[in-house]
């Protein structure tokens, strides 16, 4: 090869990438340990938490063969690191129900992250979504609704200049413990969606 | 000031969201410009996959799903390098795949084309690369199918690949097609790719090097990930 590899484009996933990803929603299964389902082993110290939500498209349909993937830190605001061996990863995926379009995952909530140059972001969690129809996965980043203090001075909230725009990126409170999250791929209310 | 070093994606080559040749894309594309942070962040560690996560065959897809017999079809070797942008080799990385039977069916709940599943053929597969970067699956070669896009669409063969890197931020999905095949050009799916020699390089190569007699034909498919972006000490060992 002469020069630079160059990328490689991405392809959509296809609304079959449950076969590769989340293996039994196909409905059936090959793999003895499927990957996805444990962000956080019970063992793990850290506030247990419960996010759940929906995905529209912009005639706001529920978009029902979406996976989306999570990236976390924990508790304290660390990331999974090669050498860990504490039974956190860090990452998980879901595929959203065929029937109902909601998803859901079991979790930890992850500590604010410090960065050089004093540099704190609020506690979130990256989200990374793909689907039939999506070109090119989707980035975004889910915060807290409850860390009111913590998101004023998060540094990618603060960039993102339109409140009403910032509001997507928030999960809301709902019971002790549980939070809503839902995204828009489309049209009003669009989530923010990051080129990182 | 910045430490976020990895490449930006080259929207020059890379689809856009909103391509509506491809018409599931149009309801489903962001119409807002996407915000890009001009800091470190959170996306440039990523999760880690070990030996211990994986099977022993789990990136042999002819005898992975196996009930009574090997699957029908031509069977083949997929194998490639996942390396960055600087050419550098991404070792252990998680690489999985899914594909249609040889039939051109998915064993999937939501498939419902009249070709036949196979009941020897599960259709994924993934795999760790190992420290020069390289993977491979034994598998057969998927068939073609229809799909209801326009009144007569058909996919051309084509294999999903996943890929991790080291970073969340790296994480790709693509398509692996297959030299030759005359439904590529027809494909608004390839399409999306507004570069020609891109959509090339989604095209896996015969290798009869590879390929064992008797046995499989070999396809050859690299993946480039997006890399540190070159600095200057970088240009000057490569520049020679
Ligand atoms: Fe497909």
């Known amino acids: ?196 | 000031m910045t430490e976020n070093v990895l490449s930006g994606w080259n929207r020059k080559i890379q689809p856009p969201a909103y391509t509506p040749d491809y018409k599931s894309s149009r309801a489903r594309s962001p119409r807002q410009p996407l915000i890009k942070p001009n800091f470190r962040t959170s996306e440039t560690d990523g999760p880690v996959f070990f030996q211990g996560d994986l099977g022993p065959n789990d990136n042999n897809l002819l005898c992975n799903f196996y009930h009574d017999g090997d699957p029908i079809g031509e069977r083949i070797l997929v194998f490639g390098r996942v390396l960055d942008e600087n050419g550098k080799s991404v070792p252990g990385t998680l690489v999985e795949i899914w594909q249609a039977n040889a039939a051109g069916r998915y064993r999937h709940l939501s498939d419902d084309y009249l070709a036949p599943l196979d009941p020897n053929f599960g259709g994924c597969g993934r795999t760790l690369t190992d420290e020069d970067g390289n993977y491979s699956f034994k598998t057969i070669r998927p068939g073609p199918y229809p799909w209801p896009n326009g009144d007569n669409s058909w996919r051309p063969a084509h294999i999903h690949i996943s890929v991790f890197g080291g970073e969340f931020a790296q994480r790709l999905v693509s398509q692996i097609y297959f030299e030759g095949d005359p439904l590529i050009p027809l494909c608004p799916i390839i399409n999306s790719v507004p570069d020609r020699p891109a959509i090339n390089r989604l095209v896996a190569k015969l290798d009869m090097d590879a390929s064992t007699p008797f046995d499989c034909l070999a396809y050859r498919f690299d993946v480039v990930l997006r890399g540190p972006a070159s600095t200057l000490f970088e240009n000057r060992l490569e520049g020679n």
């Open chain 1, 1 to 196: 090869m002469s020069g630079k590899p160059i990328q490689t484009v991405s392809q959509t996933a296809g609304p079959f990438v449950h076969i590769g990803l989340v293996t039994p929603q196909a409905g059936f299964e090959v793999y003895e340990n499927e990957l996805g389902g444990d962000i956080a082993l019970p063992d793990i110290p850290g506030q247990r938490i419960c996010v759940e939500g929906a995905i529209y498209d912009g005639n706001d349909e529920p978009v029902k063969d979406a996976v989306i993937e999570f990236w976390q830190a924990d508790g304290e605001g660390r990331f999974a690191r090669p050498n860990a061996n504490d039974g956190f990863r860090g990452w998980g995926r879901v595929g959203v129900d065929f029937e109902t379009g909601q998803w859901r995952i079991n979790t930890i909530k992850p500590g604010p992250v410090s960065e050089a140059e004093d540099t704190v972001h609020a506690p979130h969690i990256c989200l990374w979504i793909i689907a039939r129809g999506i070109n090119i996965g989707l980035n975004t980043r889910l915060y807290f609704d409850d860390e009111k203090e913590a998101n004023v001075s998060d540094p990618l909230l603060s960039i993102i200049e339109n409140p009403e725009r910032r509001a997507t990126l928030m999960a809301s409170s709902k019971a002790e413990n549980r939070y809503h999250f839902n995204i828009k791929l489309q049209g009003d209310n669009e989530t923010v969606f990051l080129d990182i």
